[in-house]
């Protein structure tokens, strides 16, 4: 590999100034699709070539039936089902080599509250033969289910798929076992070299607690984590003798991690990201002789922190796959560049993320697009015709000359600092529109990735323009932004929200007497917290799943155990969000519960009954203290719902409800 260093250019507007897709205005009079088209689960969901490119495997759904995994034989494009269930869906599969897969199981028709099984782990051969249960699916309230393949020794049923591609030339696999201090705080992640044949595993040597285990390039355990006690430790696994050491100890949550792993080279190198100073971070070499990021980078992206992966096969390490205002990719090997713009010119519209098989045998490799017009979908490239042979799209029914344009953008904060953003305006640009100020939940993650995304999309659909802030706090933008969050909930991460809002108003893009804000999670609390510091600004607020008072995150009122790390409570929490005691007076201060007699406007609020990260009680306590003064409250709960909305029926309920509220507060009802 050349050892030079790379800096990549952002694609997204070579990529939108290419884009052969023509936005129709005339649509816009059209009546907009139906909230399914939106908020169905995706038909697609994903596609794996197999070690010698020879098969492709794919979980396929459909509406009225179980997502099923698939198998095609590419020499003759003859599909096969490999398994597929009436009570179950296929979860998640990966290949454990060119003739045998692994997978397991959810139920995609209950939401979490329904849920009494286990994912279990199954592995199969291609054609559906050899089938075999290799862990349990166990009750999640202690009743072991019966054993569907026979009455053999299976592992227990906290064991599960790595995630990550082995050596692909046995019938083995790694894959990972947990060990529980309670329901959600875990003591440590075994690591199991598992026979899929057999059933029998070998469990693998650790160096002590570990949360996290990194393969390198050969399908080998390298890399061992550890968080525990507000300190984070690596440890390294030498290749000859397998004897472990630890390279790297730092504070977990005080902002300066020496480095995070990403990958391991053909030669045995650990890629890592490090900042070395800078307030970005980058993709560099880490030295193990000298314990030490080697200074010279790799691959820097301007602006951005490095987030990315390494894209090779066993024995060669090809590039890089990297994010900034898009996907991109900076190519070592110059094949695999001739191919990334043969495919490029093929498909111009879209961002193409190629994937090859270990050990090719045959001419395919994968490509996986999409836009911000576009869901994702896969097509298959032939390296010898140069021609594409489509696989399938994620999603069907979307038409993107009805879908909205998005662009990243940039504004400035009340007190100068630059804060990135998504702006998504319906199909034909409008001025003057409704705007939906949709926030990030996390709220120290990146919030928002420009690609078509169903909520965004749904809501320019309706009209409304949409813009999505990643305020300070967020993750992805350096050091400096990323700690400028901290202790901020309701202050300064909820000025950048509002300067949003404000920014769109001066751009002329949003109309300053119809604003909404919207959002799950943190988002939820930064809605509720809008309506309070800025009611000048915003006519109506949705939370949904939100935060109402940070207290009850640390000890509030749990009808089920909370799911947050202990680690995090007691280390990460008072560090990024507050002190319960020294922090007191600033919590009460940005509470909604708090303030709720300061919340006047129409507001929906949504949760689901069974949230072990922000439980119900977080709601109906708000809500009882907004009635006391303010009627015009809607409330839904969805009794088998947690964090989130896993189940169609729910999404199609609640987004609809989004619908109405929308159009009565600030859109076409209250223009009139």
Excluded at 411 to 431: N, Q, S, V
Aim: proline letters at 7%.
């Amino acid at each position: 590999m050349n050892p030079a260093s790379f800096t990549p250019c952002a694609r997204l507007c070579l990529v939108l100034a290419a884009a052969s897709v023509a936005i129709l205005p005339s649509h816009a009079q059209d009546a907009p699709p139906p909230v399914e088209t939106f908020f169905s689960n995706p038909l697609l969901e994903r596609a794996e070539l197999s070690p010698s490119g020879r098969y492709l495997a794919a979980l396929s759904g459909a509406p009225g039936r179980r997502d099923m995994l698939v198998v095609v034989d590419l020499s003759d494009n003859k599909p096969r089902l490999v398994a597929g269930y009436t009570d179950a869906d296929v979860f998640q599969f990966q290949w454990v080599n060119d003739k045998r897969l692994l997978f397991n199981l959810t139920d995609k028709q209950v939401g979490p509250g329904g849920r009494h099984l286990a994912s279990g782990l199954y592995a199969v051969d291609r054609d559906g033969a050899k089938l075999r249960q290799l862990a349990h699916r166990r009750s999640m309230q202690g009743v072991v289910a019966a054993p569907s393949l026979g009455d053999r020794r299976m592992l227990p049923w906290h064991t599960f798929m790595l995630g990550q591609r082995g050596a692909q030339d046995s019938d083995k696999v790694y894959v990972t076992s947990i060990e529980l201090a309670s329901r959600f705080d875990v003591r440590t992640v075994n690591l199991l070299h598992l026979d899929t044949v057999t059933g029998r595993a070998q469990t693998v040597q650790r160096p002590g607690p570990v949360d996290a285990w990194l393969l390198d390039n050969a399908g080998e355990p390298r890399l061992a984590v550890n968080s525990e006690d507000g300190k984070t430790t690596f440890h390294y696994r030498e290749p000859s003798g397998g004897a472990w050491r630890t390279i790297a100890r730092y504070a977990t949550y005080d902002g300066d991690a020496p480095f995070s792993p990403v990958g391991f080279g053909s030669d045995g190198t650990l890629f890592v990201r490090a900042s070395l100073g800078k307030d970005t971070t980058a993709l560099h070499r880490f030295d193990m002789a000298s314990g030490k990021v080697v200074p010279e980078p790799v691959v820097v992206t301007p602006g951005y922190d490095f987030n990315g992966a390494l894209v090779g096969r066993p024995g060669k390490l090809l590039g890089v796959r990297y994010e900034t205002d898009a996907v991109g990719h900076v190519w070592f090997d110059q094949d695999m560049q001739a191919v990334q713009q043969k495919v490029d010119q093929l498909m111009p519209g879209t961002i193409n993320m190629i994937t090859v098989p270990a050990r090719p045998e045959t001419p395919w490799v994968l490509v996986a697009s999409y836009s911000d017009l576009r869901p994702l979908a896969y097509n298959l490239y032939n390296l010898e015709t140069g021609k594409l042979n489509p696989v399938g799209k994620s999603r069907e029914g979307i038409d993107p000359r009805r879908m909205a344009r998005q662009d990243a953008v940039r504004y400035k904060a009340r007190d100068g600092r630059e804060i990135p953003a998504l702006l998504t305006i319906p199909a034909g640009g409008k001025k003057n529109l409704p705007l939906v100020v949709l926030v990030h939940g996390g709220p120290y993650v990146r919030g928002n990735r420009w690609g078509w995304d169903p909520e965004t999309q749904f809501l320019a659909s309706r009209d409304y323009a949409v813009v999505e802030p990643d305020f300070r706090g967020s993750r992805g933008y350096g050091q400096a932004h990323f700690q400028a969050g901290w202790k901020q909930w309701g202050l300064a991460m909820q000025d950048d929200i509002a300067d949003a809002a404000r920014w769109a108003i001066a751009q002329g893009i949003a109309d300053p007497k119809r604003i909404s804000i919207a959002g799950a999670s943190y988002g939820g609390y930064a809605a509720l917290m809008g309506l309070v510091k800025d009611p000048e600004l915003y006519k109506c607020g949705i939370n949904w799943v939100g935060v109402t008072d940070i207290n009850l995150l640390y000890d509030g009122h749990w009808s089920f155990e909370s799911d947050l790390q202990e680690d995090f409570k007691v280390h990460g929490m008072p560090v990024l969000i507050g002190d319960q005691v020294k922090d007191a007076a600033q919590f009460k201060a940005t509470s909604p519960i708090e303030q709720a007699a300061r919340i006047t406007q129409p507001l929906l609020m949504a949760y689901g009954a069974v949230d072990r990260r922000v439980p119900l009680y977080h709601g109906t306590k708000l809500r009882d203290a907004v009635k006391k003064h303010n009627q015009q409250v809607e409330w839904v709960v969805y009794p088998e719902e947690g964090h989130g909305w896993s189940q169609p029926a729910t999404r199609f309920d609640f987004w609809t409800r989004v619908e109405k509220f929308l159009a009565t507060h600030i859109g076409d009802k209250a223009a009139q």
